[in-house]
């Protein structure tokens, strides 16, 4: 993120809501780079970033969700009331959750929120580290390689209360084939050539 954009976002929010949301952020929210084993289309794990906080408050939720709008952060809100009882014999309070999902859309706010971050600092530094380092390839689709899986494991080790990974998942270091793009343009040229189509060969030129 440019200099320019993030004055931009600081503009539309005081320091004092800023620090408000890294507060809550610190005790209630979680940086995460979740792991899907064989998720992704060549067979290999699939790591997605995911800045995530919680909590049953509506006005907590009216509040933050008011903030980051205006920061222009894009995020998602959902509600759930948990099965079972509290130890006073009540049932659970319905709890939101809002989360940030993606490359782009958690480095914009991690970037924007790690200068007054404390105890989730650490963590948002190395999701930033693995997300430029997906940026960094040409292809968005080149595998996850040892040193991205490297920081994934080293992501459940911070978040204590995350089980260490244990499973084996054996990583595609095949580089990705042709793009679905170029593939139909040449399935294209293919037909035009094999059956002499002038409306597919016109196409081609295109």
Not at 75 to 95: C, D, L, S, T
Request: aromatic letters at 8%; charged letters at 20%; proline letters at 5%.
């Amino acid at each position: 993120m440019s200099e320019s954009e993030t004055g931009d976002q600081q503009a539309k929010v005081s320091d004092t809501e800023h620090g408000w949301v890294a507060g809550f952020f610190d005790g209630e929210g979680s940086v995460v780079l979740m792991v899907r084993p064989s998720a992704a289309k060549n067979g290999g794990p699939k790591v997605q970033p995911m800045a995530i906080c919680g909590g049953t408050d509506r006005e907590a939720l009216d509040a933050l969700a008011g903030i980051l709008t205006r920061a222009g952060h894009a995020f998602h809100v959902a509600w759930a009331r948990p099965n079972g009882f509290a130890k006073n014999g009540n049932a659970y309070k319905e709890a939101w959750s809002l989360r940030i999902v993606g490359l782009r859309r958690c480095e914009r706010f991690l970037t924007w929120l790690l200068p007054a971050l404390v105890v989730k600092r650490a963590r948002a530094v190395l999701a930033l580290r693995y997300i430029a380092a997906r940026q960094a390839h040409s292809d968005f689709r080149t595998p996850i390689t040892p040193e991205e899986w490297a920081m994934a494991v080293g992501m459940r080790a911070l978040n204590s209360k995350t089980q260490p990974w244990t499973k084996a998942v054996t990583l595609n270091t095949a580089p990705p084939g042709a793009a679905s793009e170029v593939l139909s343009a040449n399935g294209r040229k293919g037909a035009a050539v094999r059956w002499g189509s002038p409306l597919l060969a016109s196409e081609t030129e295109r």
